[in-house]
C-alpha cells in the first residue's frame, strides 16, 4: 500500500456572515501523509493525541467524506483475483495495473476493496453491537460479501474464532459482548476483520483501552497474525515501546504530518527528531525508583490548533532544540523541512539533521 | 467435522429459541407482568366472546333506540344482582311461547262466558269507575296465561303483549282480525282489565308489540278522566294502578301489592265465522303466537339505559372497539415515528430539515379544537360507525407522531455516532443493512414502550371525544359514558351507567401501563430491583 501526500481537512462551521462571504477554515487533520507498507509488513504510526492518526487510518478505511480527502491517494494492491475482478468493473481505478486507487473505486469495486482492507478500533466496547451474538457479529462480514452458505459461514466463524484462540469457538459464540472480557472482545473484533481474509490490517491502538494485564494477550494474537498469515498491518498507537515491539517500521506523526520515519529499532535507538525524542523519553519507566525521580521530558507546551498551523516548521513552537540550536533558527522559522532520507531508510522532518547538526540534544 | 458443525448449530438454534421463550418467561415474572397479562389476555377474550355473540349490526342497532330489543327492556333498569344488596327489584321476565290454556267458541247467549269464566272476580268498582267493560262480541277465544312474582316493593315498568302471526295464503288477511285481551289477577284477587286492541291477521304477520300501560291503558285513562295529555306523557305512571292499590281515597299515590300476578291473555278472532277459524287453526293456516313480556325495574347483568338500552352489550362491544383503537393508533404512531425519525436522524440534510419543520408544526397545532372541528365535519358530513372512528383515529395519528420522531432521531443520532456503526461501514455493509440491522434493534425497546404506553392515550382520547360530543355512532366506552352525561344519568345517581365503561377504561390503561413498566424493567435492566 502506498499513501501519497494525503490531506484530510475537515471545514470548520462558522457564524452566518463568514459562510455568506465564502471563508471557510479548515481542520488540517492529516496535512500531508505519504508513506508506504509492503507486504507482510507492519508500519506503526506513533504520535500523541490529535496528530492525525487515527483520521489517517480513517481516510485509509474510506470513512471521511470524500469531500474532505483534499489531495493525495492511496493506492492498494490487493489479492490477484479482486485485482483482475476491479479492473473489469473498474479499469479507471487501477493504476499501473497492480495498484487501486482505492477513492476512485464505486459501488461492488468499492465493496470490493472494503474486503481487503478492515480495520480493528480501540474501543472494543463500541465497536461490536451490543445487542448481536459473538456469532453474529463475525459472521456479517460474511454476510455483507455474500461468502459462502450457512454452513460454510459457521465453519469460517468457527475458524477465526480459534484463530484469536477463543476457544471453544462454539462457546463464544452464542454470547453476547457484554459477557466478555475487553481483551476477548478486541479479539473479537480481530476475528471480525480476519473472517474476510483481508491484505491489510488497520489496528487503531487496539490494546490502549485494555487493562495492562490483557493488553498481552491481544498483542500476542497481532504477533501471531503478522507471523502466520504475512498480512500488512498498519499499528497506530501512542506508546512508542509497544510499537517497537510490534512493528517492523515506526512513522512518527506530529500535528498532521510524519516527522520521522524508519526501522522501528533506528527509530527508539537513534532518533532525529526532537518530537520523536521526546516521546521516547516519556515512555515510563518500569524501576519504581526511577518512576519518582522527577523526569524531563525535552518538550514544552501543548498541542496547537490544527485549524492554525504554526508558520514554518509546525514543532517549532515546543520544540526544545530550537531554544538550544540557535544556528538552525533561521530555517525553522522560515520552512517547513520536509522528509529527508538522512540514513539509509531513515528519513527526519526537521533541519537540524538536515542541515548537519548534531542529533542528540544535551538534554538528553 | 460435520458432527460438530450440527453441535455448533444447533446450539445457536437452541439459544435462540430460548430468547424468544424468556421474554413472556421475563414479563410473567414480574407481579405487574403477570397481572397485565391477565388483564390483557381478559380483554381479548372479552373481545373475541364480543364479536361472537353480538350481531354485526349492532352498533345500528344500539343506535336505533325507538325499536326491539330495546323498547322491551326496562327504562334506567337496575343490574339484577342489586337485589342481593337489599334493593327492592323487579325482575324482568319474558314468557315466550306461551303454552294455550283454553280455545273454545264465545257463545252470546250465555253471558257467564263474557268475559271468560276465570275472569268473574274483575275490580268491578275501578273497572267501572274506569267505564271499562270487556267487549263480548261472538268468536273464537284462545287463552294464554302466566303467572309473575313480584318480589320487591317496587313497580314493574310494564307489561307488553307480543303477538306474531303466520298464516298461509288460503286466508285472506284482511279480513281477519284479532282482539287482544288483557286482564292481570293481582295477589289481592284483584282483576284488572285493560283494554283490547283490533289488529288484522296483516299487521300480526309483521309482527306487533302491545304496551299495556301505553298502549292499552292509557287512552282510556284519558278518555275517562278527560285528561288534557298525550298518551306518552301519561303513560310513565300508569304502571301505578296495575301493579298497586292507592293509598287513599283520591288515589293520590300508589303502593306495589307484592306476590303471584297473573297475566292472562285472551285472543279475538273476528271477521270471519268461528268454525271456519277454528279449521283454519286446527290445520295450521293461521296461527298467532305470542309471547308476554313482564318489564320489571332490572335487567341484565350491568342494567340498562334510559332507553332500555342493555348497558352489559354495550360494554362488551367497547372490548374490541378499544382494544381496536387503541392498538391500531398506537402501531401507526409508533411505525411512522419510528420510520420518519431514522430517516431524519441518519440521513440528515435536507430530508431531515423538512421533516422536522413538520414535526414543529404538527407538535405545535393544538390537538383539541381541531378534532372538534374535525368532529363537526364527520357530523355534517354524515359519516357514521366505523368510517368515522377511522377519521377520528387518522387525525389522532396525523398529529400524535411528532413527539415520537423526534426521541427517535435524537437516538439515532447519538447510535450513528457509535463505532460500531463506523465499524460495519468499513466492513461494506449498505446503508439499509445499518439501519435495520444496527439502528432500528437499537431503537425498537423503546419503540416498544412507547407503542405500550400509547395504546391507553388513544382510547382516553377517544373517550374524551366521545365526551365532548363527537359522536361517531358506535356503542365505545366513551361514548356510553357521554350518553350518561347527556342523559344525566350522572346526575341520577345510575352507577350502573358510569362506573362500568369507567372502570373499563381504568383497567385497560393500568394494564397496558403495567406490561410498559415490566418492559422497561426488562429492556433497562438497570432499573431491575432483583
Known amino acids: ?364 | 467435522m460435520t458432527e460438530r458443525r450440527r453441535e455448533v448449530r444447533e446450539s445457536i438454534v437452541r439459544y435462540l429459541a430460548r430468547s424468544l421463550r424468556s421474554s413472556f418467561k421475563e414479563v410473567w415474572s414480574y407481579n405487574l407482568g403477570k397481572v397485565s397479562v391477565l388483564i390483557i389476555g381478559f380483554m381479548v377474550l372479552a373481545s373475541i366472546y364480543s364479536l361472537l355473540s353480538l350481531p354485526p349490526d349492532f352498533p345500528q342497532m344500539w343506535k336505533a333506540t325507538d325499536r326491539p330489543p330495546w323498547t322491551l327492556n326496562p327504562k334506567q333498569g337496575y343490574p339484577v344482582w342489586v337485589k342481593y344488596l337489599g334493593v327492592p327489584v323487579a325482575e324482568t321476565v319474558s314468557y315466550e311461547k306461551v303454552r294455550l290454556q283454553e280455545a273454545r267458541i264465545v257463545v252470546p247467549r250465555d253471558p257467564r262466558d263474557c268475559p271468560p269464566r276465570d275472569l268473574d272476580r274483575v275490580l268491578p268498582e275501578f273497572n267501572k269507575s274506569l267505564g271499562l267493560k270487556p267487549s263480548c262480541p261472538l268468536g273464537y277465544t284462545e287463552v294464554y296465561r302466566v303467572s309473575y312474582t313480584l318480589a320487591g316493593e317496587v313497580f314493574p315498568q310494564d307489561v307488553v303483549i307480543v303477538l306474531k302471526a303466520m298464516a298461509s295464503e288460503k286466508v285472506n288477511l284482511t279480513s281477519v282480525s284479532v282482539i287482544p285481551m288483557v286482564f292481570t289477577t293481582r295477589p289481592d284477587g284483584v282483576t284488572l282489565y285493560t283494554f283490547e286492541g283490533k289488529y288484522t291477521l296483516e299487521r300480526l304477520v309483521a309482527g306487533i308489540e302491545i304496551k299495556m300501560r301505553c298502549d292499552l291503558f292509557a287512552p282510556r285513562y284519558i278518555e275517562y278522566y278527560r285528561l288534557n295529555t298525550t298518551v306518552d306523557s301519561l303513560c310513565t305512571l300508569l304502571n301505578r294502578p296495575i301493579f298497586g292499590e292507592p293509598l287513599d281515597a283520591r288515589a293520590s299515590g300508589f303502593k306495589p301489592i307484592t306476590g303471584e300476578y297473573q297475566v292472562t291473555l285472551a285472543l279475538l278472532y273476528t271477521g270471519v265465522a268461528p268454525r271456519d277459524i277454528e279449521g283454519l287453526i286446527r290445520n295450521g293456516d293461521v296461527s298467532v303466537s305470542p309471547s308476554i313480556r313482564v318489564i320489571g325495574n332490572s335487567y341484565g347483568l350491568l342494567g340498562t339505559d334510559t332507553k332500555g338500552r342493555d348497558l352489559f352489550q354495550g360494554l362488551l362491544y367497547g372490548f374490541p372497539v378499544a382494544l381496536i383503537i387503541g392498538l391500531s393508533v398506537a402501531f401507526a404512531v409508533v411505525a411512522i415515528g419510528l420510520v420518519l425519525g431514522v430517516i431524519s436522524g441518519y440521513f440528515g440534510g435536507r430530508v431531515d430539515e423538512v421533516i422536522q419543520r413538520l414535526v414543529d408544526v404538527i407538535v405545535n397545532i393544538p390537538l383539541l379544537p381541531l378534532l372538534v372541528l374535525v368532529g363537526v365535519a364527520i357530523q355534517t358530513g354524515g359519516w357514521t360507525g366505523w368510517p368515522a372512528l377511522t377519521i377520528i383515529m387518522a387525525v389522532l395519528v396525523a398529529f400524535s407522531w411528532g413527539g415520537v420522531t423526534i426521541i427517535v432521531r435524537s437516538m439515532t443520532l447519538s447510535i450513528k455516532a457509535e463505532p460500531y456503526i463506523e465499524a460495519a461501514k468499513a466492513l461494506g455493509a449498505s446503508t439499509w443493512r445499518i439501519v435495520f440491522r444496527h439502528i432500528i434493534p437499537q431503537i425498537v425497546p423503546y419503540a416498544t414502550a412507547v407503542l405500550v404506553f400509547s395504546v391507553p392515550g388513544a382510547i382516553i382520547a377517544e373517550a374524551g371525544l366521545s365526551v365532548l360530543g363527537i359522536d361517531h355512532g358506535l356503542p365505545t366506552w366513551g361514548r356510553i359514558l357521554a350518553d350518561a352525561q347527556a342523559e344525566r344519568g350522572v346526575a341520577y345517581a345510575m352507577w350502573w351507567w358510569v362506573l362500568p365503561p369507567g372502570l373499563m377504561l381504568g383497567l385497560f390503561s393500568f394494564a397496558f401501563v403495567a406490561l410498559g413498566f415490566t418492559l422497561e424493567t426488562i429492556v433497562e435492566p438497570r432499573l431491575r430491583r432483583r
Open chain 1, 1 to 364: 500500500m502506498k499513501v501519497e501526500d494525503l490531506r484530510v481537512w475537515f471545514p470548520v462551521r462558522k457564524g452566518f456572515i463568514e459562510a455568506l462571504l465564502g471563508r471557510v477554515d479548515y481542520v488540517r487533520a492529516v496535512d500531508g501523509v505519504s508513506f508506504d507498507v509492503d507486504k507482510g509488513e507492519t508500519l506503526c504510526l506513533v504520535g500523541e493525541s490529535g496528530c492525525g492518526k487515527t483520521t489517517t487510518a480513517r481516510a485509509i478505511m474510506m470513512l471521511v467524506d470524500r469531500s474532505d480527502v483534499k489531495t493525495g491517494r492511496i493506492l492498494f494492491k490487493p489479492h490477484d483475483e479482486v485485482l483482475k475482478e476491479i479492473s473489469k468493473i473498474q479499469p479507471n481505478a487501477v493504476v499501473n495495473g497492480e495498484y487501486v486507487d482505492v477513492y476512485k473505486t464505486r459501488g461492488r469495486a468499492e465493496k470490493l476493496i472494503r474486503s481487503e482492507i478492515q480495520i480493528i478500533f480501540q474501543d472494543p466496547f463500541g465497536s461490536i453491537n451490543p445487542r448481536m451474538r459473538v456469532y453474529d457479529v463475525v459472521e456479517e462480514p460474511l454476510v455483507i460479501h455474500g461468502i459462502g452458505s450457512r454452513e460454510e459461514r459457521v465453519e469460517a466463524v468457527a475458524k477465526a474464532l480459534e484463530a484469536v484462540k477463543l476457544t471453544p469457538p462454539e462457546d463464544f459464540m452464542v454470547r453476547y459482548p457484554h459477557q466478555l472480557s475487553g481483551g476477548q472482545r478486541q479479539r473479537v473484533a480481530i476475528a471480525r476483520a480476519l473472517v474476510l481474509n483481508p491484505s491489510m490490517l488497520l489496528a487503531d491502538e487496539p490494546v490502549s483501552m485494555l487493562d495492562v494485564s490483557i493488553r498481552a494477550e491481544v498483542l500476542e494474537v497481532f504477533n501471531e497474525l503478522k507471523s502466520k498469515r504475512g498480512l500488512s498491518l498498519i499499528f497506530i498507537t501512542h506508546d512508542i515501546a509497544l510499537a517497537r515491539y510490534i512493528c517492523d517500521r515506526i512513522a512518527v506523526m506530529y500535528l498532521g504530518k510524519i516527522v520521522e520515519i524508519g526501522r522501528s529499532d533506528e527509530i527508539v535507538e537513534k532518533p532525529l527528531h526532537p518530537y520523536t525524542r521526546a516521546l521516547i523519553r516519556a515512555v515510563p519507566d518500569v524501576v519504581p525508583e526511577n518512576r519518582l525521580r522527577l523526569r524531563v521530558v525535552p518538550i514544552k507546551g501543548e498541542i496547537p490548533s490544527a485549524v492554525r498551523i504554526p508558520q514554518g516548521c509546525r514543532f517549532r513552537p515546543r520544540c526544545v532544540a530550537y531554544d538550544e540550536n540557535e544556528w538552525v533558527r533561521g530555517f525553522c522559522e522560515k520552512e517547513e523541512p520536509g522528509l529527508v532520507e538522512v540514513e539509509r531508510g531513515h528519513y527526519v522532518a526537521c533541519w537540524i539533521p538536515i542541515k548537519g547538526g548534531s542529533s542528540h540534544s544535551s538534554s538528553s
